[in-house]
């Protein structure tokens, strides 16, 4: 059996004295690149420092506008929605290839990245609401193909180890009206290229409620919440998972931050929001390596080799500050590398 590599979500609080407005506004007019690249150097430094196996580049945006905006766009497209591959860009991969080429020249190795972009069933839910246009479903697909393409174009200096389909609203939104066949169409065609590359083909869903089509496509890595939901794990059947050859992206800490402030203040019997010195009890008491390490053995008991990926269960735009996000990734990364060692010594 191989390690388990520890990959992140991608998505970041912004720095003090930023906001998601100011990064979206600064991606559009670029007038502001020395202030906006330094942000997200800085950023993707920090998740290789905490141990980051595989580091998503830093999403300060909207991860469905982000996409949807430049699809849009009139200017970008051949007929409206069709884009053009070669507008198809994500401009955060422009600066993780300049702090990968100077990794090379510092350490001799090639970096290994994760882009997650936004699936074509969320992209489509965004654009169009809730009636099912089968064309127009898998025009998004096609879409999303053309910014993998471009991803692999511009990973001059680093590795694209994953490829990661944002669809969160698989499985938890009833009022999809495409048929599985519609889906797995769709998913097919976002997902052929990236696994004609030699990359792994993640899809990133809440609940695994729907593993069973996503078994069905070139899609090779399925993840989902574990940590905030560990019931999740009664969906899945190793088996078809085997037969399939498809592994598991494990959420093995939480990320949902209101839950877990909501944990402390009923221990503590105080408003973390009003109190924050007390939100640093979520990663000194809650979200531990040691608590980390143990929900990833239960999972390991149960769906063994078929665990490729660890992870926080989703990104972590939303917490409070980038330090107690950065220390959440570092108490993940301790205690994957826990884990690992201790598989080591097993294996040995």
């Known amino acids: 059996m191989q390690d388990?590599?520890?990959?992140?979500?991608?998505?970041?609080?912004?720095?003090?004295?930023?906001?998601?407005?100011?990064?979206?506004?600064?991606?559009?007019?670029?007038?502001?690149?020395?202030?906006?690249?330094?942000?997200?150097?800085?950023?993707?430094?920090?998740?290789?420092?905490?141990?980051?196996?595989?580091?998503?580049?830093?999403?300060?945006?909207?991860?469905?506008?982000?996409?949807?905006?430049?699809?849009?766009?009139?200017?970008?497209?051949?007929?409206?929605?069709?884009?053009?591959?070669?507008?198809?860009?994500?401009?955060?991969?422009?600066?993780?290839?300049?702090?990968?080429?100077?990794?090379?020249?510092?350490?001799?190795?090639?970096?290994?990245?994760?882009?997650?972009?936004?699936?074509?069933?969320?992209?489509?839910?965004?654009?169009?609401?809730?009636?099912?246009?089968?064309?127009?479903?898998?025009?998004?697909?096609?879409?999303?193909?053309?910014?993998?393409?471009?991803?692999?174009?511009?990973?001059?200096?680093?590795?694209?180890?994953?490829?990661?389909?944002?669809?969160?609203?698989?499985?938890?939104n009833d009022k999809i009206q495409f048929s599985d066949s519609d889906i797995i169409s769709a998913l097919t065609l976002a997902s052929t290229y990236a696994r004609q590359q030699g990359s792994d083909m993640e899809i990133h869903l809440h609940s695994p409620l729907k593993y069973k089509i996503v078994c069905e496509t070139p899609i090779n890595v399925i993840g989902f919440e574990y940590a905030a939901t560990p019931s999740y794990m009664d969906i899945l059947n190793r088996k078809m998972l085997e037969d399939s050859n498809t592994y598991i992206r494990l959420g093995v800490s939480r990320t949902d931050i209101s839950g877990l402030i909501g944990i402390v203040n009923e221990t503590y019997g105080v408003n973390a929001w009003k109190k924050k010195e007390y939100m640093q009890k979520i990663v000194t008491e809650f979200e531990t390596p040691d608590i980390i390490k143990k929900r990833l053995e239960i999972a390991f008991s149960v769906l063994g080799d078929r665990i490729k990926y660890a992870s926080p269960d989703c990104g972590l735009a939303f917490w409070p500050d980038q330090d107690l996000a950065f220390k959440l990734l570092e108490n993940t990364a301790k205690g994957i590398n826990e884990f690992n060692a201790e598989n080591r010594e097993l294996r040995e």
């Open 4 to 172: 388990i590599i520890f990959i992140d979500g991608g998505s970041l609080p912004t720095p003090d004295g930023f906001t998601r407005e100011w990064v979206k506004a600064a991606a559009k007019n670029r007038n502001e690149d020395e202030k906006l690249f330094s942000m997200i150097k800085g950023a993707f430094l920090r998740k290789i420092d905490v141990g980051v196996h595989v580091p998503t580049y830093p999403q300060f945006r909207d991860k469905i506008g982000q996409f949807l905006d430049v699809i849009k766009d009139l200017k970008n497209c051949y007929e409206p929605y069709v884009l053009k591959e070669n507008n198809a860009k994500i401009f955060e991969l422009e600066i993780i290839d300049e702090v990968a080429k100077q990794y090379r020249e510092e350490t001799g190795k090639t970096l290994e990245a994760r882009v997650c972009v936004a699936g074509p069933t969320d992209l489509y839910l965004q654009a169009f609401g809730t009636t099912a246009f089968v064309d127009a479903y898998h025009i998004l697909a096609l879409d999303i193909e053309n910014f993998i393409k471009q991803s692999f174009k511009a990973a001059k200096n680093f590795k694209i180890k994953v490829i990661a389909l944002d669809e969160p609203s698989l499985g938890i």
